[in-house]
């Protein structure tokens, strides 16, 4: 599909604007030659307004930049007949006066402006997607606990630079040679080394036989966790920590019972009921709350290859002919059966296999989650195939809400328009939800990942074997982590966000009673959440909390410090103040209004 604009305003999903303009050179290799700036002329969507346009010229995408034969091109078309005047300037001054000319005139196109093309970086390289998860929730947490602490890492700055020199392209999206790949996954594995020394550090815990569970993520924890290898039920408050401990279900919560017969497994809490047959397929997802079936009559959720060839670019792409090609079904080789029982949790394993790869799935049920947790290892061998989870969805749902950063998109699951057939492969930052009132159903991630939301279906993209430009690309040991989550389908996403984030920054256990225990914040806004809780960058003492709303509403509410009094001030994500009104502190207590999505930067100094 052809966009429609090169010069137009681009409306976020939180109703904020920004002036854009695409080149209609179509290259970021420009030479600057007569036939490309007359074809960027013919090409260019705009002209009833505006009266100019970029060309990025030069070899560039590691080339070398510009050579002086484009530079006297570009020099000579200044006044040039049969060619567009052309004149070398500044971004800066290019946008500035594009704007004023026209600005007041210039379409809005709103919302997502999906890339029809490279749907395979979602997943290529799995090592190093996982690397970069790992450095990020490595790093988030260690801001977390330094700010809890009172104290500024300051190594920190130097960590995060070493860790998004390996998001430049084409590392993150898993389309390097080898070498660029092992390289990105060691520098991950060392900052994780340095990371988990510096948290040590900042923890400080001492040696008294104790052992803390440290919750670093945003929303509290009641549920079950793994304390030494045994399910334990704790109560934790967001960002904070806890010893206190229990092998017992509450009495308010279900226990997790689990029926064997002839080779089908039924696991429920009362919340969920899962079951499988003897192939290993999930033959039932069911919200007890409603008695309904989320995977609908005579359908399983199953693991499925499916051819993977792309015409040009291997690593890039999954092709449209690809992604409707047969399912090859994945074969059971041992069936479903327990491996470990608990009334706080209970775990069932199967292995299966193709000629080459195998396979080892392990679902988790635990009390009172509405999550069934799935981990898949694998010793991949495959060529030019993907493996995907297929999950049948039995809501009516015509569109899929997709998580993003700081907020969700939602996409068609139809074929209306063409715009629509291109969206065979989407992205997705840690869930995809369905689902009709009272009912729904979500895969949620720890990250992002590439799902196909078409249909009746939600299929999430595991393992990729492209041939090119490494030819060994995620062949070996892979371990692959998601959820399957039941909800009422309330029609926002404010829980799923809940659970998303528990799964985004997992707890750490520790040795000892850690020097700080509580960030002393607790945020009661509706839909709202804290992204980030830091010590400024500035090395001031004062304390930098970012917070996001999550539900595209509007929403207000309050949050509490363990500081009576100070200065709150609004900022920018680089912790600048802005032309924004200070925020007071009454008895620990600052008032919180959001607008939807928006992110909001607060600097509080005592």
């Known amino acids: 599909n052809k966009f429609p604009h090169h010069t137009f305003w681009w409306e976020g999903i939180d109703g904020t604007r920004v002036f854009t303009h695409f080149s209609p050179v179509d290259t970021y290799n420009a030479l600057l030659t007569p036939s490309q700036l007359r074809f960027a002329e013919r090409n260019f969507a705009d002209h009833v307004g505006s009266t100019r346009s970029l060309v990025l010229y030069g070899h560039g995408d ?61 997943s290529s390289q799995l090592g190093t997607k996982q690397g970069n998860r790992n450095s990020e929730r490595l790093l988030h947490e260690l801001e977390v606990w330094s700010a809890v602490s009172g ?89 904070s920590g806890t010893k206190m401990f229990s092998n017992e279900v509450p009495s308010t919560v279900t226990r997790v019972s689990c029926t064997e017969s002839a080779g089908d497994v039924d696991l429920s809490n009362g919340i969920v009921e899962a079951k499988w047959n003897s192939k290993g397929e999930l033959i039932e997802l069911r919200h007890c709350e409603s008695g309904r079936s989320l995977l609908g009559a005579d359908q399983v959720s199953s693991f499925v290859l499916r051819q993977d060839t792309p015409a040009e670019y291997d690593a890039w792409d999954i092709d449209m002919a690809d992604a409707n090609s047969p399912e090859i079904a994945v074969e059971v080789v041992r069936g479903p059966r327990v491996e470990s029982a ?30 069934l947790d799935v981990a898949l290892d694998a010793d991949w061998r495959e060529s030019e195939q993907r493996l995907q989870m297929k999950l049948p969805t039995a809501v009516l749902s015509r569109e899929a809400t997709c998580g993003t950063q700081f907020g969700h998109v ?59 430009p490494d030819p060994q690309a995620d062949i070996g040991r892979q371990r692959v982590e998601w959820s ?118 607060l600097r509080i100094s005592a």
């Open 62 to 122: 590691g080339g070398g930049g510009p050579t002086q034969t484009m530079i006297d091109r570009g020099r000579l078309a200044n006044n040039l007949e049969g060619v567009p005047q052309v004149s070398f300037g500044k971004i800066r001054n290019f946008f500035a006066d594009a704007e004023s000319e026209y600005g007041s005139q210039a379409q809005t196109w709103v919302g997502e402006m999906y890339f029809e093309k490279h749907r395979g970086t979602y």
């Open 342 to 371: 608990s009334e706080l949790r209970v775990v069932i394993v199967a292995d299966f296999a193709t000629q080459v790869s195998k396979f080892q799935v392990r679902w988790s049920l635990a009390a009172g989650s509405s999550r």
């Open 151 to 239: 104290q500024r890492v300051e190594d920190i700055d130097r960590l995060w630079k070493r860790v998004l020199t390996q998001q430049f392209h084409d590392i993150i999206p898993g389309s390097s040679i080898a070498w660029v790949h092992d390289d990105a996954e060691a520098e991950h594995a060392a900052v994780a080394d340095e990371v988990g020394q510096l948290l040590d550090s900042v923890l400080s815990p001492r040696t008294d036989g104790s052992t803390w569970l440290m919750n670093p993520a945003p929303v509290a924890i009641s549920g079950v966790v793994d304390v030494n290898g045994v399910a334990q039920w704790v109560d934790v408050p967001a960002m």
């Open 484 to 601: 399957l989550y039941v909800d009422q389908s309330p029609g926002d996403v404010e829980a799923i966000e809940i659970e998303s984030a528990k799964i985004a920054h997992p707890y750490r256990l520790i040795a000892g009673t850690p020097a700080a225990i509580s960030s002393g914040i607790r945020l009661d806004v509706r839909g709202a959440l804290i992204s980030v809780i830091k010590p400024a960058d500035d090395g001031s003492g004062d304390l930098v909390v970012r917070l996001w709303e999550t539900r595209g509403a509007s929403t207000a509410g309050t949050m509490s410090i363990s500081r009576p009094s100070g200065v709150v001030v609004q900022c920018n994500a680089l912790e600048e103040p802005l032309d924004a009104p200070s925020l007071s502190i009454n008895d620990g207590i600052i008032a919180v209004q959001l607008a939807p999505f928006q992110i909001q930067t």
């Open 410 to 468: 939602r996409r068609p699951r139809h074929h209306n328009t063409s715009w629509d057939v291109a969206k065979f492969e989407v992205c997705a930052h840690r869930y995809v939800h369905v689902g009709e009132p009272g009912c729904g159903v979500a895969i949620l991630a720890d990250g992002p990942r590439g799902y196909d939301v078409r249909g009746n279906a939600l299929s999430l993209t595991l393992l990729r074997s492209p041939k090119f």
